[in-house]
């Protein structure tokens, strides 16, 4: 089993967290903020995509966890060439899943990875989802506006919480001009906590482009982490009022 892992994706070292690993991770990013003290203890390697490829070959990990979105492509083949590498490459929910048990197999931690999957399947299926689905927009990036299309995690997290992705159609993240936004015309607006960190101004801006809509800013990570934080994402959609005033 691996004693010395770097994780390049926040959502996946929170899974390395939940898995017992403290002592085996040495490095992770400066966004994985999740558990809060690892920032202190371990050492930063730059961001998600813009890590420091010398600092991690300094750390001489025997693996480094990343993902296909997430981290550069040039970097991660530059890493690949020295040390051992997992990727993951995640869109839908059953892939969540498999990554938790995988990450779990290779770092000798697997009946606590399957203990996690069962709680995070077993919390979805208590889901309240809406009873009408609601068109939904999810931006998360201002100037330009950027959405979540339908061939992303975010999507997937929108249908299970029981709203329609008006994006469906669209790969990835679309940019949206105002005019492209007010004829898309969705009911419910969601303003990602991140990776822009959406605010109350942006609320009122957005109302005045869409004064239908209902316009609410969420916490980004319960609909694009996707590794140990889904167990929690179910009871906050259904803390979320979607459908009210």
Sequence with gaps: ?????????????????????????????????????????????????????????????????????????????????????????ISTFDQAIDMIRSVA???????????????????????????????????????????????TFINTMMRTAGLVNVLQPDHRYPELSIDQITRLDPSLVLLSSEPFPFSQNHVDEIQGILPKAKVIVVDGEFFSWYGSRLRLAPAYFNSLNFSGS
């Design 1 to 89: 089993p691996p004693e010395r892992i770097v994780s390049l994706v926040p959502s996946q070292t929170e899974l390395l967290a939940d898995l017992g690993l403290d002592h085996q991770v040495i490095g992770v990013t400066k966004f994985c903020v999740h558990p809060h003290h690892w920032r202190r203890e371990k050492k930063v390697v730059g961001g998600s995509r813009k890590f420091d490829v010398d600092m991690i070959t300094d750390l001489n990990p025997d693996l480094i966890i990343g993902n296909k979105e997430e981290n550069d492509r040039t970097a991660i083949e530059t890493l690949q060439k020295q040390f051992s590498v997992w990727m993951s490459d």
């Design 105 to 151: 197999a290779i770092t000798n931690t697997a009946d606590k990875g399957q203990a996690l999957a069962d709680e995070i399947i077993r919390s979805f299926q208590a889901l309240a989802a809406p009873r009408h689905p609601i068109r939904t927009l999810y931006f998360m990036w201002y100037h330009p506006w950027m959405a979540a299309g339908g061939n």
